[in-house]
């Protein structure tokens, strides 16, 4: 038994086709068209590289300058690895903490406080040198160490 299905097609006349309607009052927008617009300019990215390099040349100027202050020199190598722009840098780096581990392997204790000593020997061992932290490297650090836990434990 075949069932025949009939289609009409009636074709939907809406009289009213041409009506114009209002869209709703939305307030204009907060941030305009700002964020929708870019505009690659060639000559800014030029100048901003060329501002970037730069900074590098300078901040490898510091870097491979003469180590007077010890302590500046561990500060700005903290620094900038802290910054986490030491990988422009690493050769640089490398190269002043061997420096420091080779010639002022022992830090005097007149030379500085203990922050001196604890970011010398931080920096030197995450680049991976064996420092020791016994009395051929940082004998007088135990020294602070045992009078600060004395201080901490109130003199017991």
């Given at each position: 038994?075949?069932?025949?299905?009939?289609?009409?097609?009636?074709?939907?006349?809406?009289?009213?086709?041409?009506?114009?309607?209002?869209?709703?009052?939305?307030?204009?927008?907060?941030?305009?068209?700002?964020?929708?617009?870019?505009?690659?300019?060639?000559?800014?990215?030029?100048?901003?590289?060329?501002?970037?390099?730069?900074?590098?040349?300078?901040?490898?100027?510091?870097?491979?300058?003469?180590?007077?202050?010890?302590?500046?020199?561990?500060?700005?190598?903290?620094?900038?690895?802290?910054?986490?722009?030491?990988?422009?840098?690493?050769?640089?780096?490398?190269?002043?903490?061997?420096?420091?581990?080779?010639?002022?392997?022992?830090?005097?204790?007149?030379?500085?406080?203990?922050?001196?000593?604890?970011?010398?020997?931080?920096?030197?061992?995450?680049?991976?040198?064996?420092?020791?932290?016994?009395k051929h490297s940082?004998?007088?650090?135990?020294?602070?160490?045992?009078?600060?836990?004395?201080?901490?434990?109130?003199?017991?």
């Amino acid at each position: 038994m075949s069932h025949q299905i009939s289609m009409a097609t009636t074709q939907t006349q809406n009289p009213d086709a041409n009506v114009h309607r209002h869209s709703a009052n939305y307030l204009p927008s907060l941030c305009g068209d700002h964020f929708l617009s870019y505009s690659n300019k060639s000559e800014e990215t030029t100048d901003d590289s060329e501002q970037v390099q730069g900074l590098k040349e300078e901040v490898q100027r510091m870097l491979m300058a003469p180590i007077d202050n010890l302590l500046e020199k561990l500060e700005l190598i903290d620094a900038i690895q802290r910054l986490g722009v030491s990988y422009h840098f690493e050769s640089e780096i490398d190269e002043v903490l061997q420096q420091i581990h080779r010639y002022m392997c022992d830090v005097q204790e007149s030379d500085g406080a203990l922050y001196t000593v604890a970011l010398h020997f931080r920096l030197l061992r995450q680049q991976g040198y064996n420092i020791l932290s016994g009395k051929h490297s940082f004998g007088w650090l135990s020294v602070y160490l045992r009078k600060l836990t004395l201080c901490l434990d109130g003199g017991r």
